[in-house]
């Protein structure tokens, strides 16, 4: 319990949201929690605001007047690892997709649960804080696959040659599912709930788009995938070598 309080009160929230109601009622939901809150109706300097206040977590409308939502997304994860959730609409499947795209941590859809949205952001920030759980030990946060190095308490993904990068909660957590499930096939159902842990629509393309930020990053050829193999109309696998 004390690791919990210790953790709240360290953390920054900055919610941006231009409806005064919706954004009363977001500080209210994680002040009652403890966190310290910032709020703002627009994007302006946003970038700068999350430098200088050492924000952890920002909660990010996606139709906000001026710079939307999507082009803050952007810009934040050009300049900061900060964590990020946008808020959508329930027609906004498509801005939700290039969120992730463009970096989004995750998502959350009008009118939401405030107790999913409280357990998504706590567990965000567990990550983003890089606070691991003390029951875990140092060789189950590390998982190495020929020359790469996949740290789970801090979900830094290290290439053979020394770069680093630390991975948004999505991605992290299907590459976690697939290596830890090597040489099996997953579902885009199995991939869905281990990612999002929510109810979903069949049409969310959203592993899809993760998928193929990994191979990016894993210098992973599509068309000729070493690590993240496609198999047609059942899902994905991993198929590297591990330790």
Request: aromatic share 6%; with cysteine.
């Amino acid at each position: 319990m004390q690791i919990m309080i210790s953790h709240t009160e360290q953390s920054h929230i900055l919610i941006v949201e231009d409806d005064f109601a919706s954004r009363s009622l977001l500080v209210s939901y994680f002040e009652n929690e403890g966190y310290r809150v910032s709020e703002t109706d627009h994007g302006e300097s946003l970038v700068q605001r999350v430098i200088d206040e050492n924000i952890n977590l920002v909660l990010l409308d996606i139709n906000l007047p001026g710079k939307d939502g999507l082009t803050l997304t952007r810009e934040l994860r050009t300049h900061s690892k900060v964590g990020i959730i946008l808020v959508t609409s329930k027609g906004d499947e498509i801005d939700r997709i290039v969120g992730l795209e463009l970096g989004a941590d995750d998502y959350v859809t009008k009118p939401f649960n405030p107790r999913e949205l409280l357990v998504r952001a706590k567990n965000l920030l567990w990550r983003v804080t890089d606070e691991p759980s003390s029951s875990e030990s140092p060789i189950n946060r590390l998982i190495q696959f020929e020359g790469w190095t996949l740290d789970c308490s801090r979900r830094l993904l290290e290439s053979p040659e020394d770069g680093s990068e630390r991975l948004p909660e999505g991605e992290y957590k299907l590459l976690h599912a697939l290596i830890t499930s090597r040489g099996q096939v997953l579902s885009r159902d199995q991939l869905m709930d281990a990612i999002h842990d929510r109810e979903w629509t069949p049409n969310d393309r959203s592993v899809d788009v993760l998928i193929g930020r990994l191979r990016r990053k894993l210098y992973d050829n599509p068309n000729d995938p070493h690590f993240i193999l496609t198999a047609h109309g059942a899902g994905y696998m991993f198929a590297g070598e591990i330790g």
